[in-house]
């Protein structure tokens, strides 16, 4: 039984492919290995979308090269966005590579690898983007078994100027709603409690279909109105919700069910107009705003994180300092910042006034000062306060605390809440009390039912 590891990187919706391709490998046989020493296989699953994500995933490939080299690994599969985004370029610079697979072939991998194994000379594998995976697509899931990630659609549909996402995985395509609804169905039967649901822009779901037949159901409110019927399931995350999709619509179905964290991952990346409109944005900071005080009105405990990027071309200190006052203003619960990358073949790459890199580090350092001092004192303000925590296991730092997590707090990219008193298996949702809170972490106790 051949074994193989994965290594997988960037976003959620990266690992789900990894999911799908693990799946696929065990119903052919092959054993899904937990270290890299030893496998037959190692499939980098990489990310292209920013600089760094980039040479992280070089970086990785190397790594594995290294092993293969000593003769601890046998064949090296590299896939995803970086394959996909620079098949000719990552082939030539590579040769310790076995085999390319492209974010259009990895669903395929069974195949190819058999092939390989049988003698096949062809080392690279690509094709449009256009797979979408069926309630039936063999899938591991490696989260805790309490959670998963529900990938709804494929592709995007906006054209932000700085963003290669449509280059590298193409237009958007949802999945059916009935098709999305039977996969929450089994992992809810396979003991998942809470479904994160991720895509591109969750509050485009379904475009491509209405646009096709304006009568089919395909849309966020509906899905979210599905979604919650599914037995068993108790928490509801969603990921990745722009600005301009927030409707009342959606606001009012978020608040019929208690299925649903008050949980909003809205990438703002800027509030200037100007810098919005060279970006591609499609808002303005009237509407942005607009959208801000309709959570905040009808939903009070709403935690907002969003994504900024500073040092886009052109900005100017006083678009900077604009952007800063805004962040002060709104007081986010969490704020990721981002130092603008240029971007082959991407609108932005090509304008003029480029900022320069220190400036962008200047920028960046001023925005998570801000932001530091905001979480902190927002942090504070919890203390005494009781929460549902979902328990995830022992804590990362001591076996003597357990960690979890609060409807505020999504796996992998928030804090955590760590227990000090009570016991609690890992998967149970507990009602903690906070005793003390750090800038990103909580600490509390679990009270007693």
Same mark, same amino acid.
């Given at each position: ?14 690992? +789900? ?25 190692? /499939? ?23 092993? *293969?080299?000593?003769?601890? +690994?046998?064949? /090296? ?6 394959? =996909? #985004? ?53 899938? /591991? ?27 590298? #995985? ?22 998942? *409690? ?70 909003? $991952? ?7 107009? $100007? ?13 942005? +705003? ?10 009070? $405990?709403?935690?907002? #994180?969003?994504?900024? /990027? ?8 006083? =678009? ?13 619960? #969490?704020?990721?910042?981002? *130092? ?39 942090? =504070?303000? =919890? ?48 009602? +903690? ?11 509390? *106790?679990?009270?007693?039912?």
């Amino acid at each position: 039984m051949q074994k193989v590891h994965f290594i997988s990187l960037g976003c959620p919706k990266n690992l +789900v492919d990894s999911e799908i391709m693990a799946g696929s490998l065990l119903n052919k046989g092959y054993q899904v290995a937990t270290e890299a020493e030893g496998a037959d296989t190692v /499939i980098v699953n990489t990310c292209g979308f920013i600089e760094d994500s980039k040479r992280e995933s070089i970086q990785k490939i190397l790594e594995v090269a290294a092993l *293969k080299e000593k003769g601890l +690994v046998k064949r /090296i599969v590299v896939a995803g966005c970086l394959t =996909q #985004r620079y098949k000719d370029d990552l082939v030539e610079g590579l040769p310790e590579a076995d085999l390319f697979v492209g974010s259009g072939e990895f669903q395929n991998i069974a195949n190819i690898l058999s092939e390989h194994d049988q003698g096949s000379k062809k080392k690279t594998f690509f094709n449009l983007p256009t797979y979408l995976q069926e309630e039936s697509t063999p899938r /591991i899931n490696s989260q805790l078994p309490h959670r998963a990630y529900l990938k709804i659609s494929e592709g995007c549909l906006k054209r932000c100027s700085f963003c290669a996402i449509p280059l590298i #995985r193409g237009n958007l395509q949802s999945r059916s709603l009935s098709n999305i609804v039977s996969e929450a169905k089994l992992l809810a039967a396979s003991g998942v *409690k809470e479904i994160i649901v991720i895509s591109h822009d969750f509050t485009d779901y379904g475009w491509d279909l209405r646009k096709k037949d304006p009568q089919t159901p395909e849309s966020p409110a509906e899905l979210l109105r599905q979604l919650a019927k599914v037995e068993g399931i108790k928490w509801i995350r969603l990921l990745y919700l722009y600005p301009d999709g927030i409707t009342p619509e959606v606001i009012d179905v978020l608040k019929s069910s208690p299925k649903f964290c008050h949980y909003f $991952d809205m990438p703002l990346q800027h509030i200037n107009n $100007d810098i919005l409109h060279a970006m591609n944005r499609k808002m303005t900071r009237q509407e942005i +705003v607009e959208a801000l005080n309709l959570i905040r009105s009808q939903i009070p $405990d709403a935690v907002i #994180r969003t994504q900024f /990027i500073v040092g886009f071309p052109g900005e100017t200190q006083e =678009q900077f300092e604009e952007l800063l006052s805004f962040i002060s203003e709104q007081k986010f619960d #969490r704020i990721g910042c981002f *130092k603008y990358s240029p971007e082959e073949n991407t609108p932005a790459g090509k304008m003029l006034d480029q900022v320069d890199e220190k400036t962008k580090d200047q920028r960046y350092e001023a925005v998570m000062q801000v932001q530091q001092n905001i979480s902190r004192q927002k942090h =504070q303000d =919890q203390i005494g306060k009781v929460f549902d925590v979902i328990v995830e296991g022992f804590s990362e730092e001591t076996d003597l605390l357990l960690q979890g997590r609060t409807m505020g707090q999504a796996p992998e990219i928030d804090g955590v809440t760590l227990i000090n008193e009570g016991s609690a298996n890992v998967g149970d949702i507990v009602k +903690v009390q906070v005793t003390e809170a750090m800038e990103y972490d909580f600490i509390g *106790k679990i009270l007693n039912a």
